[in-house]
C-alpha cells in the first residue's frame, strides 16, 4: 500500500497484481499483493515464472494505458509451457492485475460562488484539488467544511498576493480553470498558465468581449497566437443554459469528466490543443450568451 501511494503522490501509474485463489501448493498465498511501475516492482507474489509472467503482463497494461483489470490463471505444473523457467507446485493460482492510472488533477483559481460550488462537485470523485484564491475569506475552514468527506485529495493555496505564483507548483497534467473576482488576475493567471507549458487544458469563464480583451493583451505580451488558443472559452457543456452557480458549475465538472475519460486512452501530453479545446462543446453560443451568464454568477 506504501508502494501504491508513492506512485500516486509521484503522479506515475502502475498496475496492483493480487493473488485472488489457490488450489493446491503454491508460492504465496491468496492475498498476497504486488505493485508493478514501468521500471521498479515491489513486493512479490511468489516469484519465478509466475511473476515475471505477471510483470511483463503489467508493463504491457502500462504502456497501453488501459484502466481494465485483468485475470490471469497459472497451473504450476512441469509439464505446462513457460516462459521463464518450470514452476512445479503443482498447484493453480489466478492474479488479478488492476491498472492504477495517475488520478487528474483540476487547479481552480477563484473560490467564488461558481468555484466553491464546483469544488462540491469535483471532490466526489478521485481526483487532486487544488484550491486557490487571493481573498483569505474564501478559504477559512467554515467556508470549505462542505468538503470534509471529500473522495478528492484537497489542497488549499492561501496566496493573498500573486496567485499566478501557484501555478509553477501544479502537477504536470492539470487542468486550470481561472474564475477569479478581478479580470486583471484572471489575465495574469492565463499568462502565467500559457508560460508553464505543462498543463493539460487552461479554461476561462467569461463573456466574448472579456475574451476579446485578453487575448490582444497575451498577444502584446509577446504570446504566439496558436498559444492563446490553447485557452477554452466559455468552459462547459453545450446547450445547457442558465446563471445559477450551480448550473455552471454542473456544466464544467460534466465537461472536465468527458477529458479525463479522454485522458484514459490518451496522455494528457499526447492530446492536441483541438482535441483538448474542441471535444466538449462550449457552453453557449453567440446569440444566447450564457457566457456573461457565468460573470453574472460569480459575482
Known sequence: ????????????????VTVMSVRGHA???AGAKMVVA??????????????????????????????????LEFALSDKAPYQHGVQCCGGEVRLLLEPLPVVPSVAIFGMGHVGL??????????????????????????RLSVLDDAVANVHVHHVPVLPELVVGELPPGT???V?????????????????????????LIGSSAKWSRFRRKLADDGLPAEAIDKITIPIGLPGLPGKEPATIAVS????????????????????TTAER???PAPLITADRRPASAQREAKA
Open 1 to 16: 500500500m506504501r508502494a501504491v501511494q508513492r506512485l500516486r503522490e509521484q503522479r506515475r501509474p502502475g498496475v496492483l
Open 27 to 29: 508460492p504465496r498465498d
Open 38 to 71: 514501468e521500471d521498479h516492482v515491489w513486493a512479490t507474489v511468489g516469484g519465478g515464472n509466475l511473476e515475471s509472467v505477471a510483470v511483463e503482463r503489467a508493463r504491457e497494461l502500462l504502456a497501453a494505458s488501459t484502466t481494465d483489470p485483468e485475470m
Open 117 to 142: 460550488e464546483l469544488a462540491r462537485i469535483l471532490a466526489r470523485h478521485d481526483v487532486e484539488l487544488h484550491l486557490v484564491d487571493s481573498r483569505p475569506g474564501q478559504l477559512v475552514p467554515e
Open 175 to 177: 487542468h486550470a480553470l
Open 179 to 203: 474564475m477569479t473576482h478581478d479580470h486583471a488576475e484572471d489575465a495574469a493567471l492565463c499568462d502565467a498558465a500559457l508560460r508553464n507549458g505543462q498543463l493539460a487544458t487552461i479554461g
Open 252 to 271: 464544467v465538472a460534466a465537461w472536465l469528466l468527458q477529458l479525463f475519460t479522454a485522458e484514459r486512452s490518451v496522455p494528457p501530453d499526447q492530446l
Open 277 to 279: 479545446n474542441a471535444a
